[in-house]
DNA sequence: CTGTAATATTTTGTACACAGAATTCATAGT
DNA sequence: ACTATGAATTCTGTGTACAAAATATTACAG
C-alpha cells in the first residue's frame, strides 16, 4: 500500500476544497487556524502554507492581524473568472494539435451525450463537467496554461454547489458540448474555439441567475 | 515614519523577486532555508511562506523532501508564458472602456517616445516597459485578471535580466508601443489590441534569441 | 440608556525545536 | 580504482511556544 508520501500542505489544501464543494464553509465567514487545524488533525503550520497557497489563486482572502477569510462571492467575481477561462481555454485549444482533436472528438461527444443523472450528487455532475474539459484540453502543449487553468479553476469552485437541483441548465450544457465535439470531428477548430467560448458564456448566464444579486 | 505594516511574507517575497532581478539566484540551484532567512534577517517561517507563494506564481518549484529551487529557464517555458501575458492582456484591453482608452493615449505615446537610456540600469528599463504596460491596462475593470497577469509576469521575471545590455531590441519594443498608442488614439480598440498581440510575439522572438537553447 | 475607556480574551504572525528524510562522506570489499 | 554499504551530517517538514495585535467584555461616566 502505497501510503501518502506528499507535503501535508497539498492534502489539506485537496481537503480544503473537497469541503468546499461540499458546501461546508459559507463564503465570507473567517477561519479559525486553531479551531481548523484541529478538526483536521494537523498543526497550524501546514495549514497556513495551504492556506496561503488558497489565497494565492484567490480561493480565500487575507488581511494583516485578521487572517484568513473565504472570499465572499460575487456576480462581477463570478464574470470576471469566466471570461478569464473562457480565455484560456480557448486559447488552449487553438494551441492543440488538430489531429490529435480529431482523434479524441467521440470520446468527447459520448462524454458529453451519457450526462449523469440530475439528481445525482452535484459533486458528481460537477466531476463529469470537469472530465470533459479536462479531455478536450488534454492535447494541449503548453503545460504552464494548463497548471493555470487549473488554478483559475480552483477560485470558480466557491459558485460550482450554486448549480444544485435543476436539469435544464446541464442538458443545455450538454448540448454545447455535443456542438464543441462535433465541430472537432469535422476538424474545424476555428468553430470549435468559438463554441466553446459560447459555452461559456453561456454557462456564465445560466449561473448568473443563480447568484444573488449583493 | 509609517513603518512597514505587512506580513513579513509578502515584504520577503517582494524582496526576493527583487534580488531575482538583480540577478542574484542563478535558475535551477536549490534554495537553503536556514542560509536565506538568516540572510534576511527573518525566521524560516515567514521565509517558507513566501517561497510557497513564489511556487504558485510559478518561480520556484518544489519537491517533497528537497525543498524549494529557481525553476530553471527554458525556451519552451518562455514561450508558453509570452503566450499566455499575450492572451490575458489582450483580453483586458478588449474590455477596457474605449473613451478612457483614447484619453490616455497620448500619455502612452510619449512614454513610448521617450524610452530611457539603453545603458541605464536593466532595473529602469524593465521598470520603464512595466509602467507603460500597466498604464495601458489601467482601464480595466476585470480586477481578476489584472491581478492574475500581475502574478504571471512574476513568473516572467526570471527571464529579464537576459535583456541586458543590447539596445535596438529596446527601439523596437518603443516602435511597436508607439504603434499601439496611436491605434488607441484613432478609437481602433480591436486593431490595438491586435497590434499589443504583435508586441508580445515580437518581443518573444526577440527574447528567444537570447535563451541559450537548453 | 448610550457611548467610551479600560481590561480580559482570543487569535494571528513569527520564532524556535525536533524528528525523519535526503545527502554526503568515509570505509570496506571486490 | 570502483562499487557498495553504512555512519555522519545537513536540511526539510511539522509541531510547539510566545508576543503582539485584534476582538470581546466589563466598568463607568454623561
Same mark, same amino acid.
Not at 81 to 88: F, R
Not at 118 to 140: F, N, T
Given at each position: 500500500?502505497?501510503?501518502?508520501?506528499?507535503?501535508?500542505?497539498?492534502?489539506?489544501?485537496?481537503?480544503?476544497?473537497?469541503?468546499?464543494?461540499?458546501?461546508?464553509?459559507?463564503?465570507?465567514?473567517?477561519?479559525?487556524?486553531?479551531?481548523?487545524?484541529?478538526?483536521?488533525?494537523?498543526?497550524?503550520?501546514?495549514?497556513?502554507?495551504?492556506?496561503?497557497?488558497?489565497?494565492?489563486?484567490?480561493?480565500? /482572502?487575507?488581511?494583516?492581524?485578521?487572517?484568513?477569510?473565504?472570499?465572499?462571492?460575487?456576480?462581477?467575481?463570478?464574470?470576471?473568472?469566466?471570461?478569464?477561462?473562457?480565455?484560456? /481555454?480557448?486559447?488552449?485549444?487553438?494551441?492543440?494539435?488538430?489531429?490529435?482533436?480529431?482523434?479524441?472528438?467521440?470520446?468527447?461527444?459520448?462524454?458529453?451525450?451519457?450526462?449523469?443523472?440530475?439528481?445525482? /450528487?452535484?459533486?458528481?455532475?460537477?466531476?463529469?463537467?470537469?472530465?470533459?474539459?479536462?479531455?478536450?484540453?488534454?492535447?494541449?502543449?503548453? /503545460?504552464?496554461?494548463?497548471?493555470?487553468?487549473?488554478?483559475?479553476?480552483?477560485?470558480?469552485?466557491?459558485?460550482?454547489?450554486?448549480?444544485?437541483?435543476?436539469?435544464?441548465?446541464?442538458?443545455?450544457e450538454?448540448?454545447?458540448?455535443?456542438?464543441?465535439?462535433?465541430?472537432?470531428?469535422?476538424?474545424?477548430?476555428?468553430?470549435?474555439?468559438?463554441?466553446?467560448?459560447?459555452n461559456w458564456?453561456n454557462g456564465m448566464?445560466r449561473?448568473?441567475?443563480?447568484?444573488?444579486?449583493?
Amino acid at each position: 500500500m502505497p501510503i501518502e508520501r506528499r507535503p501535508l500542505r497539498e492534502q489539506i489544501r485537496d481537503e480544503l476544497l473537497r469541503r468546499l464543494d461540499r458546501g461546508y464553509f459559507s463564503a465570507g465567514t473567517d477561519i479559525n487556524e486553531a479551531a481548523l487545524a484541529a478538526d483536521l488533525g494537523v498543526s497550524r503550520t501546514p495549514l497556513r502554507e495551504a492556506l496561503i497557497t488558497l489565497a494565492g489563486e484567490g480561493v480565500l /482572502e487575507s488581511s494583516q492581524g485578521r487572517g484568513f477569510r473565504f472570499a465572499p462571492v460575487s456576480r462581477k467575481e463570478f464574470r470576471e473568472l469566466c471570461e478569464i477561462v473562457a480565455a484560456l /481555454e480557448a486559447l488552449a485549444l487553438e494551441g492543440s494539435d488538430a489531429a490529435y482533436l480529431k482523434k479524441i472528438a467521440p470520446e468527447l461527444l459520448r462524454l458529453a451525450r451519457d450526462f449523469p443523472d440530475p439528481v445525482a /450528487e452535484h459533486q458528481v455532475i460537477e466531476r463529469h463537467d470537469d472530465e470533459w474539459h479536462d479531455l478536450l484540453l488534454s492535447g494541449c502543449r503548453n /503545460e504552464r496554461l494548463l497548471d493555470l487553468i487549473t488554478s483559475v479553476k480552483a477560485g470558480m469552485r466557491r459558485y460550482a454547489h450554486l448549480l444544485a437541483g435543476d436539469d435544464a441548465p446541464l442538458e443545455r450544457e450538454a448540448d454545447e458540448h455535443c456542438r464543441v465535439a462535433e465541430l472537432l470531428m469535422k476538424g474545424d477548430l476555428r468553430a470549435a474555439t468559438e463554441a466553446l467560448r459560447d459555452n461559456w458564456v453561456n454557462g456564465m448566464a445560466r449561473m448568473l441567475s443563480r447568484i444573488p444579486v449583493e
